[in-house]
């Protein structure tokens, strides 16, 4: 059955006291379960053509992107790469230190870099003026992108922030609706509290609270302090401590620990909820309104998954293709659940979730020497495997072209890592803005210095995205054009049915004691830097063998991949089979089948940081 669906006017009158559903559908039939390929871009740096990059300098010396920016020539761009969803990070009005006669300048303080972080949100309801040509029409310009956007194909996500706002927050679009506003601050934990409010007694020495700066001292002060967005209970949060942020409050007192079955069910009416879980409700009814396809959502774990389920199910009654994918981290103590919240997550509604452990492994393979064999831990059968978001880089992460990080290999350490990642499930994939052009993120642009990532704080360009949306073919190198060309390759291949839909089957497991598996001199088993796995869709009938080369600088040679016969049992049996290379230079490979013991495949070279996705069928000359 087809979801189809109403249009949503781009204004829509919010009545705001309303305590109803706004959009409701007309079906509630399941949701498009297209594979979504998502291009992650930060309007900030990535339209942003001024190449002037001062440390810590200001919107007029540094410039800054725009909404117009992302006009129809850079869309045609991303749609011919394969991508069929945009992320708009950090569009959402942020606390900064850029005044405007719409918005005052923030104290600050209160600022990380001079930009300020796309996590501190000061108005759940507007969107950055710096984004905008005109910041008084700034939202009739977000608006005007959403169309384009959508004229050209795409869905389109922002982020949605539910664990903590800006500590300056307040909105001018919704006056009302000023977090904190009616608090009882003289407790610290209240269940319709917006906040979590220091006691004098908590550690720190008791109000005022202050914040870290250079040289000691603080010239912002806060009376009455609340807990800071990582959970800082201390009147003198440290410089790692998100400082910026004040931490809301789900009804749940998170120093008691991770119990919250005393939290409504999902089916719960609004007047049952507590205050926060209206609120954070109403703000995404609001960007649903505007046309926003779907939501990253930053730290969920960090919420009860109580909430998750109440207020997912609200959204997909306003728009059952609603779209929400869960940053989270199993391995962070202020999760707010015994399972695996990853799992957690996903049972709650969530239609993916990141896939921290397995980028961490990859990353291991050259910074900590794992090896290949360790992701059969990682491959299971089970709902997360197939729903997990999967990334080479995103804005918290380092650049995978940097030059101290990935071993230092250069960009070209992208092909083995997305490659893996990006074939191995049916989850959605993600590219950040530059990673397709070899971006190495290096220098000091800020408050966060030379972290081989590109700036979220401050305001900058990153150089290769100028030279390509510039025009300028002489300053972009031979590599970085073939690179964009092999992540468009590799963008549009995810769409076939074996990647869409198909089955996983890893290799290495089969091929430990095979020598001829990428084995090194000193190595007595095989799959330290060889990957290898089988995607096939029994449906279409269509089996892609994927073989990875992570080695930095050696080819394999005389490559023999076994596969088992329990790995081609389903297959149409055939005495031979041929497999054509769908992500280099189609070249060609021949396979005989055995009946009882599987079949081989031989490649004459694998180059080093390099992946072949070889797509199988019957021999039609055999």
Known sequence: ??????????????????????????????RSTARPRIYQLLVRTFGNKNETRKPHGTIEENGCGKFADIDDTVLLSLRAMGFSHIWLTGILEQASTTDYPCRPADHPELVKGKAGSPYAIRDCYDVSPDYAIDPDRRMEEFDDLIHRCHAHGFSVLIDFVPNHVARSYVSDVRTERCFGDEDDKSVFFDRDNHFFYLQTSDPGGGPPLILPV????????????????????HWRPGRDDWYETAKLNYGHDFTMGRKTSHLPPPESPLESVPRTWRWMDEVIAYWQGRGVDGFRVDM????????????????????????????AYDNDAAKLTDGHVLDELLHAGFDAVYDDPIYDLLMGLYDEGKWCNDLDALTFTGDRFHRSLRYGENHDEVRLANPREWGGWGMGVGRPVCATLFAMGRGPIMVYHGQELGEQACGDSGFAGDNARTTIFDYGSIPALCEWYRGKAG?????????????????????????????????????????CFGRIDGETVSGHWMYAFLRHDPSSGQIFLVVVNFHPHLAMNDVT???????????KRADW???IDRLQENQSYNSSALDCSGCSWFITEILPLSARLIEISINPQK
């Not at 998954?305 to 997912?312: D, H, I, S």
């Not at 972009?476 to 590799?490: A, C, I, K, P, V």
């Not at 995810?494 to 996983?504: L, Q, T, V």
């Open 300 to 327: 969920a774990h960090m919420i009860p998954m109580e909430f998750w389920r109440w207020l997912l199910r609200r959204a997909q009654v306003r728009r059952c293709d609603v779209f929400f994918m869960a940053e």
């Open 561 to 571: 991949i076994i596969v088992p016969p329990d790995a081609c049992a389903s297959w």
């Open 1 to 30: 059955m087809v979801c189809v669906m109403p249009w949503i006017p781009s204004h829509p009158r919010i009545d705001p006291g309303a305590s109803s559903i706004l959009f409701k559908e007309k079906s509630m039939s399941a």
């Open 577 to 579: 089979y041929v497999g």
């Open 475 to 515: 300053r972009l190198s031979r590599e970085q054009y073939e690179l964009r060309d092999w992540y468009g390759r590799l963008i549009r291949l995810m769409a076939e049915p074996a990647f869409e839909h198909g089955d996983f089957y890893g290799l290495n497991f089969a091929n430990r004691d095979n020598p």
């Open 214 to 233: 250079s040289g000691g001292g603080s010239a912002y002060q806060e009376q009455q302090g609340r807990v800071s967005g990582n959970n800082a209970v």
